[in-house]
């Protein structure tokens, strides 16, 4: 083998070691706020079918974890990003739902959550985390505990269900790595929020 055909493969070795290295969890100063943040790299999607509008058309959900340090104070949120890749303009349709009360399944069990704001700022997070490209729809942020948060990674892939006036929105499992939130988990100190989970 050539040394160029040797240095090509050493290279691409290299790069695959870096990419397959990619944290799952950021961790950071907040430059805005002052405190630390840290949040999953990317988050976990979730997708209603909307067939009626379009074939293969979908809203989507993403499902966000972040934890606000202050000073040793740790809150932790879940962050639901509603975004959609359907025109609903040019359908005539209305706009997919912004999350307001949600379902989820913790623990075998469904809980619902109420947002505590519907943007990041209020809560000490000086950026937007977890918006996509285009398609943004709005978003809501939940205070959860960390046995919510534990009982979430055990079983990350349930459906979501928005709750709005009696009509219930599911949004299934589309993809994400489970294992990045499993990790968030572990490093939540163990004697952090420890209150129970909400029944």
């Not at 740790?74 to 959609?84: E, G």
């Not at 623990?107 to 704001?117: H, I, K, Y």
């Not at 937007?128 to 942020?141: I, L, N």
Request: contains cysteine.
């Amino acid at each position: 083998m050539s040394c160029a055909r040797k240095l090509c493969c050493a290279a691409a070795l290299l790069l695959g070691g870096c990419a397959a290295e990619q944290p799952r969890v950021h961790e950071y100063l907040d430059p805005q706020t002052a405190v630390t943040i840290r949040t999953l790299a990317a988050p976990l999607m979730f997708a209603h079918e909307a067939p009626e509008l379009a074939a293969n058309a979908r809203d989507y959900l993403s499902l966000g974890v972040v934890e606000v340090d202050n000073m040793g104070a740790r809150r932790h949120y879940l962050a639901l990003v509603s975004w959609s890749t359907i025109n609903r303009a040019h359908l005539g349709a209305a706009s997919a739902p912004v999350p307001e009360r949600i379902e989820l399944t913790l623990g075998g069990q469904p809980r619902e959550l109420a947002p505590v704001s519907h943007e990041p700022r209020s809560l000490g997070i000086g950026g937007t985390p977890f918006r996509p490209a285009s398609g943004y729809v709005g978003e809501a942020w939940y205070a959860v505990t960390p046995a919510e948060l534990r009982a979430l990674a055990a079983a990350p892939s349930g459906p979501i269900v928005l709750l709005a006036d009696g009509v219930r929105v599911t949004y299934g499992w589309w993809r994400g790595d489970e294992a990045a939130l499993r990790e968030f988990v572990r490093d939540i100190p163990g004697n952090a929020g420890t209150g129970p989970v909400r029944r």
